[in-house]
């Protein structure tokens, strides 16, 4: 397997680059969360995944591991192939994305071109687990609503009582969009606490 391409960039757009490496321009597709990464580089190396199939071989490039990480474990679900991985992660950052999945966020994932409603729900129950494996659940974010400093301390006080980190999250975003004027970290508490019972 080809691990990465170095060297000049040739020719670039939002959906390929030509890196010239040793005499040889390779042509490799990359997502525009990439393009966003390495649009005004004129050198540049891509992590790679090169893809065999019986009508062809496709070079995919990522301006970083976790992308291409993600990449790999997109397709390994049925009924995404490597053009709708790349698409979700044009559609999306790969943080979001990883998000989305573990946060069973269906909304956000349906919204991809080419990912329906069945084929968001088998991304979840396929990558759920080994994405919360890889990220440990201490380093996932998830999207942050209302007051910062009284959702930070209701999270912390509810994962010391024994709560699981991702619910705790999901159930104080919640509370916070239904309850805007929350008045401190306390009232925060008391309200997760009834969506978490």
């Known amino acids: 397997m080809i691990a990465y391409v170095k ?6 757009t939002p959906t390929y680059v030509i890196i010239e490496a040793g005499g040889i321009g390779y ?3 990359i997502s525009l969360y990439t393009y966003s990464k390495i649009e005004t580089n004129v050198s540049v190396q891509l992590l790679t995944y090169f893809h065999v199939k019986e009508d062809g071989q496709t070079l ?6 976790t992308e291409r990480d993600l990449f790999i474990k997109l397709i390994s679900v049925s009924g995404i192939g490597p053009n709708t991985a790349r698409i979700l992660l044009s559609s ?15 909304r956000t994932l349906n919204g991809v071109k080419g990912i329906g409603p069945k084929t968001a729900k088998r991304l979840i129950l396929d990558l759920k687990d080994k994405l919360m494996k890889d990220s440990g659940e201490g380093n ?4 942050i609503a209302g007051n910062n400093k009284f959702r930070e301390e209701a999270l912390s006080a509810l994962t010391t009582l024994g ?3 991702i619910r705790v999250q999901k159930v104080l975003n919640k509370v916070l969009k239904e309850n805007t ?6 009232t925060l508490i008391k309200l997760a606490l009834k969506n978490l019972s």
């Open 92 to 106: 999306i950052t790969p943080q979001e994305a990883r998000t989305a999945i573990i946060s069973e966020d269906v």
């Open 140 to 143: 996932l974010v998830l999207p």
């Open 7 to 12: 060297g000049p960039i040739t020719h670039k």
């Open 181 to 186: 004027a929350v008045p401190n970290s306390e």
């Open 60 to 65: 995919y490039g990522f301006s970083e591991e």
């Open 27 to 29: 042509h490799i597709n």
């Open 163 to 165: 709560f699981n980190r």
